[in-house]
């Protein structure tokens, strides 16, 4: 046997001084391999790293196609600006919303009062505001007439352009690798690299070497095998083809998702390896993404004769409330309509025409109007304990139309007499907040304020005033109510049963209060354009209440009670008392933003596939409870937390004693002061229960629903309050907040910091967020997966609906750059129904792979390599490496020959 083994070594082995050619060719091969292997790497790696700048770049150059005289700016103070964040800026020579994203240096921008400033700018007397920060604002008194000057617009020159801050964001942040790539990467890196490997080849070299110098013939043993067999050793834990079999699969995968979905390729992730270990969805936008751009009506509240009704109940009262339930059916993709849940609607006809009128006059036809009032109101509300300024007035169109008060979208039943403008009018009061509720952080309730238009008749002797507002503030002013038959004197009965409605639903919600009246004589020009801030004192004896005595003729009413048609209403003083004290009340409307069809069928997607959807809301707890509820998401109890600071631990500044009034020196107490100080007295003891409890048990599942039982849920004793708390309560206590679907009082901040604490606790995150704001880039970034999508831009008002397309749609649109401009920092950017079929189709993946093989979105090889190409592209091979499996390719070739 030993001789045999002699024989073939001295065959087949080449002496040394001899040249083989065709080992110089395998060298010269080998070489070139290595080296172009290293250079595709390091070309890969630089390719990603451009393919951002790439993307970025190219949608700079095809704005810059663009003529700017061309594009289409939003109309000014339209409903779209909550969705996207738009800035009233000079352009060519005139006013108009330009995108945040799409200011420039050394534009010039028109800051509103109350308003945060979008970027860094300098104002025209040289002070400089910085991105958040907000002007203080000084309230002006009129001295002719005692009302308050409204707060005018700011110009300000813009020292730094938006998107420059963004791009910085888009390019700083850093990729966050998966739980599994970073764990293959410790094992490879790590451990394989710096102890296997060292580890097997000194080992082996030291047992070859051992072997050599005790081999009995050499010849058996040549020196080459000291260094063949530690890199035979090696090789099993390197392989040079690697990176060849990554980028081929990754490539591959990234290519048949895009081609599902019919997009080009967005993204460098490996987003089949990102979708099979998802364990979270973080949704952070909510208007036209989650729900509808506005808020459609919930309920109706009225007061109703009982002797149209069936018979006394053993109630005295000869009133009831009566409250209607609506709901929002959706007709097309993007269009929606009210509709009546109860089939009997039509028998409170006569209650709901007096509600439409005021809907028709004071209409959001009149929305620019009182988009500068609530700019005032945004002002007062920071002086203002426990208040804020609520945008609680929306287009209710779909009422009037619903009872066929509008006969057609395009018509209206209004007189010609009163198809005019008219002047609006705005009347806040400074009247402190409800005391903080127990359970919940961050309570405002709305400043107390009526927007009223007055419309005039030219065929009669009087005007029209139509007021929508607060509860407290519209019966303050109300002497009477409507009954559907007649005008009633205002009980306390009832105003208590209507500020209890308000108050319920506007923690939920929005609420509003409607009222009329017939305004005699005439509103001075000088007065027109102001807004009216009532004073708190004085005192309302009940003799001076006004009755109407329904057997009279108008002549006799306007001579009993002193009225002169031909008045001209010149201060405030007379516009308290002859204007907007003795108004009729209506009724009450609350709002609630409703869920999208597809939203509920998302959360029920990623519930069947065992991924958690999490809703980042920016309101507070109610409403945040209310819609989440909606959604499918639980929001009771140990289910929500909320991310804002509690404010008697944050220690913020008290808020200096206000000014009751500025203008109370200089006018006398009207007849309006006392009934605020008699229903604040009136009310309170008043509670959410005590609606429930004067209402007869006959009417109570009318009064009372699933969506008025939502009430504060203290969270301190189970989870922790504000950010700042989420990190110690994971380390000391449990992962409740990892496992909650509903996070509170959010804003970029906050959200970006909870992503962050979810990675941490590896958690794999995908972020879904609107195509329009661009708030949203440092938490798109953050993500392993961002998704951007087009919010519904619908209104519910078919009067706006083509001005609203027509300032959205088209390659020429300022929303649509915009827009472009924000899908930089995302990997995705997909419709709704595009969603849903990823998520579907996800799912049936996951539970039927054999299903898949036909199928044209995502076929079976790529599910079945997801988990392969997650472990496999950790693999980094370094240059030494490969040299390493190079030379010992090397000596064994040349030690076969």
């Known amino acids: 046997m030993k001789n045999a083994l002699e024989d073939w070594y001295g065959a087949n082995v080449v002496n040394d001084n001899e040249i083989d050619y065709s080992l110089l060719v395998i060298y010269i091969v080998l070489f070139l391999f290595t080296f172009i292997l290293q250079y595709w790497q390091n070309q890969i790696v630089k390719a990603n790293h451009l393919f951002l700048y790439n993307k970025v770049k190219g949608i700079v150059e095809e704005i810059e196609r663009l003529s700017t005289n061309d594009l289409q700016y939003p109309q000014i103070y339209d409903a779209i600006v909550e969705d996207m964040p738009l800035q009233l800026a000079k352009r060519d020579g005139r006013v ?61 020159r813009v020292t730094s352009s938006p998107i420059n801050h963004n791009l910085e964001n888009l390019f700083t942040e850093q990729e966050n690798l998966l739980q599994f790539e970073a764990q293959i990467n410790d094992a490879v890196h790590r451990i394989n690299e710096r102890i296997l490997i060292p580890l097997f080849f000194v080992l082996s070299l030291l047992l070859t070497a051992y072997r050599f110098f005790n081999a009995d013939d050499e010849s058996l043993f040549h020196t080459r095998f000291v260094f063949a067999v530690p890199f035979l050793v090696a090789l099993p834990l390197i392989c040079p083809l690697y990176p060849v079999i990554i980028y081929l699969i990754k490539t591959t995968n990234n290519r048949q998702v895009f081609n599902a979905f019919g997009i080009v390729s967005q993204t460098t992730k490996d987003l089949v390896a990102i979708l099979s270990a998802l364990t979270t969805v973080a949704i952070i936008d909510k208007k036209g993404i989650l729900s509808l751009p506005e808020p459609s009506i919930r309920k109706v509240m009225f007061f109703k004769s009982k002797g149209t009704k069936e018979p006394d109940d053993g109630d005295d009262d000869s009133t009831i409330p009566e409250i209607l339930n609506l709901s929002s059916i959706q007709v097309s993709d993007d269009e929606w309509e009210l509709d009546f849940d109860e089939s009997s609607w039509a028998l409170h006809l006569p209650s709901l025409l007096p509600m439409a009128y005021n809907m028709v006059l004071n209409s959001c036809a009149h929305n620019s109007d009182f988009a500068r009032f609530l700019d005032h109101l945004s002002v007062v509300a920071d002086s203002v304990p426990r208040t804020i300024a609520t945008a609680n007035r929306r287009c209710m169109c779909q009422l009037p139309i619903r009872i066929g008060f509008l006969q057609s979208p395009g018509g209206s039943p209004i007189p010609a007499a009163l198809k005019n403008d008219g002047v609006t009018m705005g009347v806040y009061a400074r009247q402190p907040g409800d005391p903080p509720v127990s359970g919940i952080v961050k309570h405002r309730t709305p400043l107390e304020m009526a927007f009223c238009t007055v419309q005039m008749d030219e065929h009669s002797l009087h005007s029209h005033l139509s007021s929508q507002g607060t509860a407290k503030l519209i019966l303050d002013a ?21 500020i209890d409605f308000h108050r319920r639903h506007s ?114 707890e109610l409403r945040s409870r209310v819609f989440a509820e909606k959604l499918g998401l639980e929001a009771g109890w140990n289910c929500h937390i909320t991310l804002a600071e509690d404010e008697d631990k944050a220690g913020k500044r008290k808020i200096p004693a206000m000014e009751i009034f500025s203008c109370s020196t200089k006018s006398k107490i009207s007849k309006l002061n006392g009934r605020f100080a008699k229903s604040d007295a009136l009310l309170a003891n008043l509670d959410l229960e005590s609606f429930a409890r004067n209402s007869p048990t006959r009417r109570q599942s009318l009064l009372t629903s699933d969506e008025d039982k939502v009430a504060p849920i203290p969270n301190k004793a189970q989870l922790p309050t504000g950010i700042d708390e989420v990190r110690p309560h994971l380390e000391a206590v449990d992962n409740v907040p990892l496992l909650v679907g509903l996070f509170t009082d959010c804003n970029t901040t906050s959200t970006l910091e909870m992503i962050t604490i979810m990675q941490d606790y590896k958690e794999v995150v995908a972020c879904i967020g609107s195509s329009l704001n661009s708030f949203n880039t440092q938490i798109h970034r953050k993500a392993n997966l961002s998704i951007s999508v087009d919010p519904l831009q ?51 993946l996951s539970n039927s792979v054999p299903q898949a093989a036909g199928d044209n979105r995502l076929c079976s090889t790529s599910y079945g390599f997801r988990t392969s190409v997650s472990a496999i592209s950790a693999f980094r091979l370094d240059a030494i490496l490969i040299n390493g499996c190079s030379l010992f390719v090397i000596l064994l070739t040349d030690h076969l020959h």
């Not at 919600?509 to 004073?535: M, N, S």
């Not at 597809?598 to 065992?610: P, R, S």
């Not at 749609?809 to 995705?828: E, F, H, N, P, W």
Request: proline share 4%; glycine share 6%; hydrophobic share 40%.
């Open 478 to 498: 109300c002497t009477h109510f409507w009954s559907g038959e007649k005008v009633m004197p205002l009980t306390v009965k009832e105003r208590r049963l209507s």
């Open 794 to 844: 619908c209104s519910s008002c078919k009067h706006e609906k083509a001005a609203i397309n027509l300032s959205l749609k088209g390659s020429l649109s300022a929303i649509s750059v915009a827009s472009r401009l924000t899908q930089m920092s995302t990997d995705m950017h997909l419709n709704q129904m595009q969603v849903i079929c990823q998520i579907d189709h996800s799912n049936s």
């Open 96 to 156: 108009c919303q330009v995108p945040r994203l799409m200011l420039v240096t050394k534009d010039i921008v028109l800051l509103r009062p109350g308003q945060k400033a979008p970027c860094n700018c300098e104002l025209v007397d040289g002070k400089e505001l910085h991105q958040g920060e907000k002007l203080e604002r000084q309230m002006q008194v009129c001295e002719e007439t005692d009302a308050i000057e409204p707060l005018e617009l700011v110009e300000a």
């Open 507 to 620: 923690m939920t919600g929005h609420c509003l209060a409607l009222a009329y009246r017939p305004v005699f004589g005439q509103i001075d020009q000088g007065l027109i354009g102001k807004y009216i801030e009532l004073p708190l004192l004085g005192t309302l004896s009940s003799s001076e209440t006004v009755h109407l005595v329904h057997s009279q003729s108008t002549d006799d009413l306007l001579q009993q009670n002193g009225i002169n048609p031909a008045k001209v209403v010149t201060n405030s003083q007379d516009f308290i008392n002859d204007v907007f004290t003795g108004q009729i009340l209506c009724g009450l409307v609350a709002l609630q933003y409703e869920a999208m069809p597809w939203a509920t069928k998302l959360v029920e997607l990623l519930d069947n596939a065992c991924v958690r959807p999490v809703f980042f809301s920016k309101e507070n």
